[in-house]
C-alpha cells in the first residue's frame, strides 16, 4: 500500500514540477505581464464590454493596419499582377520564337 501512495506523490510531484517549468517558460516570454495587464484594462473599464473575450483578443492583438496602408498594399499588389502577368506573357512569347530557331530537344541523350 505504501509502494501505491509513493507512486501517486512521484507523479503529482512530476506534475508540479511541469506545472512549475511551464510558469516560468510563461513568465519568462512575457505573457503573464501581457494577461495580467490586459485583464487590469478589462477590470478597469468603466463599461464593460458585452463580449469580455473579444476585448481580450482586440487588446492582445492590437488595433488592425492603418486603412491608408491597407490601401496602398492593395494597389500595389494589383500592380504586380499586371506586371506578373504581362511578364508571363512576354516569356511565352519569348520561348514560341527561340522555338523556332532551336527545334525541341529530346529528355534522353542523343543515340
Known amino acids: 500500500m505504501s509502494n501505491v501512495s509513493y507512486e501517486g506523490k512521484r507523479n503529482t510531484s512530476a506534475a ?3 506545472r512549475e517549468q511551464f510558469r ?18 478589462l477590470y478597469e473599464e468603466n463599461d464593460k464590454p458585452d463580449n ?5 483578443k ?8 492603418d486603412p491608408v ?9 494589383a500592380d504586380l499582377q499586371q506586371k ?8 511565352k512569347e519569348l520561348r514560341n520564337r527561340l522555338m523556332q530557331y532551336e527545334p525541341q530537344r529530346d529528355a534522353g541523350p542523343p543515340q
Do not use: H, W
Open 16 to 18: 508540479e514540477s511541469k
Open 24 to 41: 516560468r517558460y510563461l513568465e519568462k516570454s512575457g505573457v503573464l505581464d501581457t494577461i495580467t495587464s490586459v485583464l487590469v484594462q
Open 52 to 56: 469580455a473575450l473579444d476585448f481580450i
Open 58 to 65: 482586440l487588446q492582445l492583438n492590437g488595433p488592425g493596419p
Open 69 to 77: 496602408d491597407s490601401e496602398a498594399l492593395r494597389m500595389e499588389l
Open 84 to 91: 506578373c502577368n504581362l511578364l508571363m506573357g512576354e516569356n
